[in-house]
């Protein structure tokens, strides 16, 4: 036996996937802040209910429109300068949000917060498709999202406390600095695989030897059209966009409307509402763990990998789901406790980010996690405006949490009937030096 085969790998990949997570925390802290800002901004400011719902989707309009761009972006300048670029500006955005008097200045300004956010997720994907082998995969995805919830979870009562205390403004000023010293950190910490000098031999053996992409580049990259119009051709890919689209639109709800939620139908003081949000947040995290550790489990236990990435999807959809329950109670108690589990289903599903390293062409990670992303988050569009309107014209939530069952009904359609097995495709120069 060898001294390589002797040598006892490295763990540099959880320390990179420890950078994942923090950014992910505050990738979220970013975007829920307004959700938490809204009753007072809408007060400050007279917006109305549908007022606020296009409000909360200006970040999607960008966001979405820009994910394309965004992964070709990545591919380009590779995983380390996209990250440091996105974050530093969707941070600065962020202060500029405080600055914000007036409804078309605040829709620009989340519009911008919006577009320069686009690469983060599809970064998180390419970053986990190179640094973990495919039986670690959804377990990294899912303790990258888990940071969404924690970071939820557990500052949501502190921004409730500094709007209590300070004013709604000043939750955009903290969250935007803390972003602009993180990306700073990303700069100085984050290498490729083959460029990090804190990963030896025999761990970057294990992860290409597992399917992870070791020999990912950080030197640009040319992306052709050809390749975006590719990921549109396999019903695998379209199968997970439809998926994403489905468990974005819960997601959504909880990001938007739901401290409002608490506030307008359930008469909760804000800092009672900051501290019920909590329980549904933590059911999403617990749902995150799960899922990952369950699609891995089965994967390493023998089974398939299409039943080790589908069945968790599939029963976090079903359960998300439940959010239809909400109507039929009366209960305080019983409210969050459907909310819990509505998004602990939504939780669970966000392995679906796993099935992009999975599926996706060799050539076209980031790219696939961009046009992935894109089609979820148009649900980031259409979910706040929907709702807006719902409560305008019905002055309740009822139709609200049937949308979101209806979607989530599609979402477990898609994963049964469309997406069929999970393999990776061959990349399109592949495909093109065969024909």
Request: charged residues 10%; hydrophobic residues 50%; proline residues 3%.
């Amino acid at each position: 036996m060898t001294m390589q085969q002797l040598q006892k790998k490295t763990k540099k990949r959880w320390f990179i996937l420890s950078l994942l997570f923090v950014l992910t925390a505050i990738n979220y802290l970013d975007r829920t802040n307004m959700a938490v800002a809204a009753s007072s901004m809408s007060q400050e400011l007279e917006f109305n209910a549908a007022t606020m719902g296009l409000l909360f989707s200006a970040f999607s309009w960008a966001y979405g429109l820009m994910q394309i761009p965004g992964g070709w972006f990545i591919e380009y300048v590779g995983s380390r300068i996209s990250y440091t670029v996105s974050l530093f500006f969707w941070s600065l955005f962020t202060i500029f949000m405080g600055l914000g008097n007036s409804f078309a200045s605040l829709f620009g300004i989340r519009l911008a917060i919006g577009a320069t956010e686009a690469p983060a997720f599809p970064t998180n994907s390419r970053v986990v498709a190179s640094w973990f082998p495919a039986k670690e995969r959804a377990t990294a995805t899912s303790i990258y999202t888990a940071g969404e919830f924690i970071g939820l979870a557990f500052l949501t009562p502190v921004l409730f406390w500094i709007l209590e205390n300070y004013g709604w403004r000043e939750i955009f000023y903290v969250t935007g600095v803390i972003g602009i010293l993180a990306s700073i950190v990303w700069y100085f910490l984050y290498r490729e695989p083959s460029e990090n000098s804190g990963a030896n031999q025999a761990e970057l053996d294990y992860i290409r030897e597992g399917g992870g992409l070791v020999e990912t580049k950080s030197e640009k990259q040319s992306i052709t059209w050809s390749q975006v119009t590719y990921l549109f051709k396999h019903r695998q890919l379209l199968g997970i966009y439809l998926g994403q689209f489905a468990n974005t639109s819960t997601m959504y709800f909880f990001l938007t409307w739901f401290p409002t939620y608490l506030v307008m139908s359930k008469q909760l003081p804000l800092l009672k509402a900051g501290v019920y949000a909590v329980i549904p947040y933590i059911g999403a995290l617990c749902g995150v763990l799960l899922g990952g550790y369950w699609s891995d489990t089965m994967l390493r236990r023998g089974a398939s990998l299409s039943k080790a990435r589908k069945l968790p999807i599939i029963c976090g959809l079903l359960c998300s789901m439940t959010i239809l329950g909400a109507n039929y109670v009366d209960s305080l108690n019983a409210v969050i406790a459907i909310m819990a589990l509505a998004f602990f289903g939504q939780g669970m599903a966000a392995i679906v980010w796993s099935t992009v390293g999975d599926i996706a062409p060799s050539d076209s990670v980031a790219l696939a996690g961009g046009v992935f992303n894109f089609i979820g988050n148009l649900a980031g569009i259409i979910t706040p405006i929907v709702i807006g309107l719902i409560v305008q014209f019905t002055g309740s939530f009822v139709g609200a949490m049937i949308f979101i069952s209806c979607i989530a009904a599609l979402g477990v359609f898609s994963f049964l009937f469309i997406v069929g097995d999970i393999h990776r495709i061959e990349a399109l120069h592949h495909d093109e030096s065969q024909s």
